[in-house]
């Protein structure tokens, strides 16, 4: 799961620099004995061992960019990984804590059937979240399988939204109004199962981070140039210009991972950037235009299915 990188480019790159460095040493103690010399016949070899003194001088400077940019990339990606284990970490420990406390809760005293009820409630949400988590990362996992054009097939994406959205509905236990569904029928050649994932973890974040009084939108329509658009926008706090593009990249949550209060990996938009790229789709994030909150939108190579008049759906997530 984690980007491993080979160590041959930055390795051959250092040891290159130091042959040149050494060179140049070299090179600059000979042009001062010729330069002393001041005779005509070392006049050539001067002006010849200045050229290439100055083009080893120059691939040292690149030589030193790229090892700069190697450096960068790598605290990153360090930094990233050490989110991601804090993150993952959070998201063992706590369930595991909580199945811990009632189970001893359980075995220590004497309680009322609807006291047990409660408690074998809020423990199989526990182990709700630990599978999700697992499922999470396996899926992360599984973006290295490339998936071969007979797995494809023709996919209702109506249909699916419509089932990725009463499966949030369903996890966060909110009310059915909380997603809003407005689908246009529709094909798209694809991987179900990649699908689900796009849509799963688009319709999850934006019901996750919505406000207090969370409404998701969820449209679907043909664009008519054999694509399909479908946009799903909350009401949450918004995402800057700036981290935009940080978003989708592996083990990225925005903020400090000991000061928050939502679950999560920094996985899901990794995966779903992914697999949106493998589908010859196209991803874009905007703000809503007249109050805060996010849209995600998706462009997938589609059709319409039917009549082009669109069905509109209010349904809850999961």
Known sequence: MFERRSL??????GVVMIVLLVALMVGWILLALFGALQSEQAAG??????????????FV????????????????????????IDSVTHELKSPIASLKLYLQTLRRRQMSPEEQA???GSMLEDVERLDSLINHLLDAARLEKHRTL???????????????AAEVCLRYHVSEDVIQLQLQPCLVQAVRVDLELVFRNLIDNAVKYAGDDPRVEVTLKADGKDHVLARVGDNGRGISAAQRRKIFGRF???????????????LGLYIVRTLIHRL?????????????????????????MGSETTGTDSQEAA
């Open 8 to 13: 041959r480019l930055p390795i051959t790159l």
């Open 45 to 58: 070899l001067y002006w010849a061992l200045l050229s290439v003194g100055t083009t080893s001088l120059a």
């Open 61 to 84: 400077l690149f030589g030193v960019v790229m090892y700069l940019t190697l450096s960068i990339k790598t605290i990153n990606l360090s930094r990233r990984q050490s989110n991601f």
């Open 118 to 120: 409660t408690f074998y």
């Open 150 to 164: 007979a797995e494809k097939e023709e996919v209702e994406l109506a249909e699916l939204l419509r089932k990725c």
């Open 252 to 266: 990225v949550r925005l903020g400090s991972e000991l000061e928050r209060d939502k679950p999560g990996t920094g």
């Open 280 to 304: 010859g789709g196209k991803i874009k994030v905007k703000d809503r235009e007249k109050e805060p909150g996010t849209i995600f939108e998706v462009e997938l190579p589609g059709k319409a």
